[in-house]
T-cell receptor, first 113, second 118 residues
Framework: DIVMTQSPDSLAVSLGERATINCKSS????????????LAWYQQKPGQPPKLLIY???TRESGVPDRFSGSGSGTDFTLTISSLQAEDVAVYFC?????????FGQGTKVEIK | QLQLQESGPGLVRPSETLSLTCTVS????????WTWIRQPPGKGLEWIGY???????SYNPSLQSRVTILVDTSKSQFSLRLSSVTAADMAVYYC??????????????WGQGTTVAV
């Protein structure tokens, strides 16, 4: 199985400041035939299902604010919230869909400082 | 817009079979992968498996001996059966729609989740 490891487990950021979450996979999730990284990011607020933010490592899902961005390739990925808003308080998960079983990171909790 | 709704018993006895149904409304099941994911209390997400609308299946090997996912496009439903449950199977169970990898691959629509206790 591909193990997805996120860091940090939690972080507190002031409103308007940048939040950065890292995700490292134990194997590459790059799919050569399509030159795509099969890596997604999700946001989960308490009592709600996860919400898709980013797919293919860096493509923003329709309707997701542009303060959310994804980057990285191969085994190392980053989700950045450029200017943290109060509504961004949530747990964020990375997810690889390059191989079975699909796996998720353990989650990173983002709070307001 | 497309909506998913899980349904099924909230309490299952140990060693018995957990059965859940996900009803799809507001859209077609065609050309998508229909997925089950679970989340134990206070923990992360575990992928259980998915079924393509035409019936091809992929399961998590850790659960493969106990899990069955079926689809009934005529009823706009897909289902999950997990046999021989134990306390370790207690979780919120989500159904979700997965887009084909070539079109993005993300899980773009989720049900609200249903809590299953054992």
């Amino acid at each position: 199985d591909i193990v997805m490891t996120q860091s940090p487990d939690s972080l507190a950021v002031s409103l308007g400041e940048r939040a950065t979450i890292n995700c490292k996979s134990s194997q590459s999730v790059f799919y050569s035939p399509e030159s795509k990284n099969y890596l997604a990011w999700y946001q989960q607020k308490p009592g709600q299902p996860p919400k898709l933010l980013i797919y293919w490592a860096s493509t923003r899902e329709s309707g997701v604010p542009d303060r959310f961005s994804g980057s990285g390739s191969g085994t190392d990925f980053t989700l950045t919230i450029s200017s943290l808003q109060a509504e961004d308080v949530a747990v964020y998960f990375c997810h690889q869909y390059s191989t079975t079983p699909r796996t998720f990171g353990q989650g990173t909790k983002v709070e307001i400082k | 817009q497309l909506q998913l709704q899980e349904s099924g018993p909230g309490l299952v006895r140990p060693s018995e079979t957990l059965s859940l149904t996900c009803t799809v409304s507001g859209g077609s099941m065609n050309n998508y992968y229909w997925t089950w994911i679970r989340q134990p209390p206070g923990k992360g997400l575990e992928w259980i498996g998915y079924i393509y609308y035409s019936g091809s299946i992929s399961y998590n090997p850790s659960l493969q001996s106990r899990v069955t996912i079926l689809v009934d496009t005529s009823k706009s439903q897909f289902s999950l059966r997990l046999s021989s449950v134990t306390a370790a199977d207690m979780a919120v169970y989500y159904c979700a729609r997965k887009i084909a990898d070539a079109a993005g691959g993300g899980l773009d629509v989720w049900g609200q989740g249903t809590t299953v206790a054992v």
